[in-house]
């Protein structure tokens, strides 16, 4: 191979693990984002729930106020119908007394609904606030693994930029400008291993004079149809050849 040839392939080894890191950090955010979410949906079911048992406690305490209205009314209707001096104010007071009877009792039945539909919503209170809970403490840890590898993997890369700018160096110029193009084109595999008279960018069949060049090792080659770097790839095994080893 080509020795400046072999250059690039280690400058393209740092490209990948650069590109490679790049691409994690650049789901972070995004897994961070989600987190929150969930976090925000969480509070909100919690809220919900919070709101549900505190609604139902509302109204029973409206309900049982009504109840000691009544109560009192009851107790006036009752002086009223003892104190009744004709047949027509008594069945005045009487009729009064059954009308408050009536709704006392739906006030009263409401009232045990209400305390059994409370236990409920207790338990439904208590759950969604273990489930907040619980989600709490991912949500710490998940914000400090994150933070921490999103530092680690960023203060990888600026060594690897250093390292990368070292080695690019030892490249000639003009082979190091090609690279950096034909790199914007296929990020990670600008210089690619010719594998069974191919070019393993594209998979495009090289012709016997390419495949001398190559051989010979002296000059550089480009594949004709994808414009990739071809390297010479002296350590590859043919895979019916690696078969029969095995
Ligand atoms: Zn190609």
């Known amino acids: 191979m080509l020795p400046d040839v072999q250059k690039l392939l280690d400058l393209q080894e740092i490209d990948r693990e650069i590109l490679d890191l790049k691409s994690q950090l650049a789901r972070y955010p995004v897994v961070w984002e989600e987190t929150k979410k969930r976090m925000a949906q969480r509070k909100a079911d919690h809220e919900a729930a919070r709101k549900r048992l505190e609604d139902n406690l509302d109204q029973r305490r409206r309900k049982e106020q009504r109840i000691k209205n009544w109560l009192t009314d009851l107790q006036r209707s009752q002086t009223r119908l003892s104190l009744s001096k004709t047949e027509k104010e008594y069945q005045a007071a009487n009729k009064e007394l059954e009308k408050i009877r009536e709704k006392l009792q739906k006030e009263e039945e409401d009232v045990n609904l209400l305390v059994e539909e409370a236990s409920r919503r207790e338990e439904e209170e208590v759950e969604e606030r273990g489930k907040l809970e619980e989600f709490k403490e991912f949500y710490l840890s998940e914000r400090q693994r994150i933070r921490s590898q999103f530092n680690e993997k960023k203060a990888r890369v600026a060594e690897l930029d250093r390292e990368r700018a070292a080695r690019a160096e030892r490249v000639p110029d003009d082979l190091r400008h090609l690279y950096e193009r034909v790199h914007k084109m296929h990020p990670g ?43 010479y790839d002296e350590e590859f095994v043919p895979e019916e050849q690696d078969a029969a080893v095995s």
Not at 198 to 223: A, F, K, N, Q, W
């Open 189 to 231: 595999s600008a210089v690619v291993p010719v594998r069974g008279a191919s070019c393993t960018g594209c998979h495009y069949s090289l012709l016997p004079d390419v495949m001398v060049t190559l051989h010979r090792g002296d000059e550089l080659v480009i594949c004709p149809n994808c414009g990739r770097i071809l390297a």
